[in-house]
């Protein structure tokens, strides 16, 4: 009886199973419903993106070819008056010199100065790595905080001048940022001081790519340390170059902080970039061509950088 009972059992727990399984087979085999997405959560940042990023862009094409300015209540089309006066003027084409001078100073420096960082802290140590902070720090510090500090520093009453008096033995009065001669130079000294950081480890990431198989290659070919980097690591960073001449460039010559923060164009206009310009008929009410400056910057920018960048990775392809 004992073992009927037990069979009785089995039986119904069987029963109980094979009874679960359709519902199973039913919950598995039922289409999984697809979650509703909140498409509409995107729509406060896309509106905030075209209010006060894309529909500026736009106008930026539309007002040149008006006469809006302080001293009109309207504003209407106006052709190309605007791009006629400015081309008249003769700051503008002094002003492009100045701005071109700039990207190609600013694009030595900041590339310089990386690149030699990069060397010097290649090796993974803690003394390194504390000072590759230390030359990052200026990256994400304000331009404008950047120009005020030096401006403070280089003054002819400023800290720079006092130490070299003190180790001149004479009062030194030096007119760093007051010099027709070397005042865009310093300002552009500053500019690549400024963004060194940012250029070290973009060059950093391209020396730690370098296959350790082709260096152990050249040492046993016996190259020396210069030889090798010439011949070998500095082809290999072609696209670290690529990518910081091409920013130092666009970068600096669309600048105007720090230009404004330590010499606001002087002296004599030697210093003023093309925004420094442009600031300047902006805040005479004429802002059309103020409008129009900027839409000539703009062409300027993409007729200087396509080639650049196009040259730039033709050598890349060919190292």
Not at 127 to 145: E, M, T
Request: with cysteine; aromatic share 12%.
């Amino acid at each position: 009886m004992a073992n009927t009972a037990t069979m009785g059992v089995t039986d119904d727990v069987t029963r109980a199973k094979e009874a679960d399984r359709p519902v199973q087979r039913s919950r598995r085999a039922r289409p999984r419903r697809k979650s509703n997405q909140p498409w509409w959560f995107a729509v406060p940042a896309l509106a905030v993106c075209g209010l006060f990023f894309l529909l500026p862009n736009l106008l930026n094409f539309v007002y040149p070819f008006t006469n809006w300015s302080a001293f009109h209540a309207d504003i209407q089309f106006a052709g190309l008056s605007n791009f006629k006066s400015i081309l008249h003027d003769g700051s503008m084409a002094r002003d492009i010199r100045i701005t071109l001078e700039y990207a190609v100073l600013v694009a030595l420096f900041q590339n310089g100065f990386g690149l030699g960082l990069a060397l010097l802290l290649e090796r993974d140590t803690r003394f390194n790595r504390f000072f590759r902070a230390v030359f990052f720090l200026p990256v994400l510090i304000s331009a404008l905080a950047v120009g005020y500090i030096f401006r403070a520093l280089l003054a002819q009453d400023g800290a720079l001048n006092s130490v070299l008096s003190s180790l001149a033995g004479h009062h030194v009065d030096t007119p760093w940022l007051g010099s027709t001669t070397w005042t865009l130079v310093v300002v552009t000294l500053i500019h690549g001081w400024k963004w060194m950081g940012l250029a070290m480890l973009i060059y950093l990431a391209g020396l730690k790519s370098t296959p350790d198989d082709v260096l152990e290659a050249a040492r046993i070919d016996g190259s020396g340390a210069w030889r090798t980097f010439w011949s070998i690591r500095f082809p290999l960073l072609a696209p670290a170059v690529t990518f910081n001449v091409t920013t130092a460039l666009i970068g600096s010559m669309n600048t105007f902080d720090i230009v404004q923060a330590t010499t606001a164009g002087g002296p004599g206009s030697e210093t003023e970039v093309f925004n420094i310009y442009m600031f300047r008929i902006f805040g005479q009410g004429l802002y059309a061509q103020a409008s129009a400056m900027s839409l000539v910057l703009f062409l300027i920018i993409v007729v200087l950088a396509v080639p650049v960048i196009v040259g730039l990775r033709r050598r890349e392809d060919n190292q």
